[in-house]
């Protein structure tokens, strides 16, 4: 599966942005996917993830309240809703993806990735 980030960009404190990934070539349905950060300077952190199988969403600490992962299988796309934005959340964003994974969903070792988009948050 290709995976194409997008939606990234320069928003002030406190603003919101949406970034999406969509995926070509086959559908998500099957696939658990991830939201992943690298800010300048510092390894690939977990930010978000949605299962294949539905039901709970998992956030890193750092962004929990203020983002929301979603999904649309039809569309083969997965969102990032980043709300009350803060510098710290300055990074290159990368969507992940990994057919039927049920476990370690914060462990950066997904197989299929996206080539990141820039999100910076600077008044």
């Known amino acids: 599966v290709q995976l194409q980030a997008s939606g990234g960009g320069l928003v002030q404190p406190g603003g919101s942005l949406r970034l999406s990934c969509a995926a070509s070539?086959?559908?998500?349905?099957?696939?658990?996917m991830g939201w992943f950060r690298q800010a300048p300077g510092k390894g690939r952190e977990f930010v978000s993830v949605?299962?294949?199988?539905?039901?709970?969403?998992y956030y890193a600490d750092s962004v929990k309240g203020r983002f929301a992962i979603s999904r649309d299988n039809a569309k083969s796309t997965v969102y990032l809703q980043m709300s009350s934005l803060k510098p710290e959340d300055t990074a290159v964003y990368y969507c992940a993806a990994d057919r039927l994974r049920s476990y370690h969903y914060m462990n950066d070792n997904y197989p299929y990735w996206g080539q990141g988009t820039q999100v910076t948050v600077s008044s």
């Open positions: 949605i299962p294949w199988s539905g039901g709970s969403t």
């Open positions: 070539g086959r559908s998500i349905s099957t696939y658990t």
